[in-house]
Nanobody, 115 residues
Framework: QVQLVESGGGLVQPGGSLRLSCAAS????????MGWYRQAPGKQRDVVAR???????NYADSVKGRFTISRDNAKNTVFLEMNSLKPEDTAVYYC?????????WGQGTQVTVSS
């Protein structure tokens, strides 16, 4: 079992920045993939960014150049630096981990971009 705890959401004005953090519980092996998904009201949950334990990253086209994902393998923690935020980035952001063949999800943190 992997437990994920997110922090860092909130209300920000368009053009502003936020940093999300997600701490995973201690695991015996390295978590292969950690990442962030988001779900806006009435929409499906979509990937935002993912990072593998070796450092390879991928991003949704809508956030490329604005968001940066990083992780600290020693602390089982993943971060999402979000810049130039837009109203359409408003959503609940979920931390994700793929470990030993199982998907794990955090409880979500609300990000609202509004003036």
């Amino acid at each position: 079992q992997v437990q994920l705890v997110e922090s860092g959401g909130g209300l920000v004005q368009p053009g502003g920045s936020l940093r999300l953090s997600c701490a995973a519980s201690r695991t015996r092996f390295s978590i292969y993939v950690m990442g962030w998904y988001r779900q806006a009201p009435g929409k499906q949950r979509d990937v935002v960014a993912r990072v593998e334990s070796g450092g390879m990253t991928n991003y949704a086209d809508s956030v490329k150049g604005r968001f940066t994902i990083s992780r600290d393998n020693a602390k089982n923690t993943v971060f999402l630096e979000m810049n130039s935020l837009k109203p359409e980035d408003t959503a609940v952001y979920y931390c994700y981990a793929y470990y030993l063949g199982t998907d794990y999800w955090g409880q979500g943190t609300q990000v609202t971009v509004s003036s």
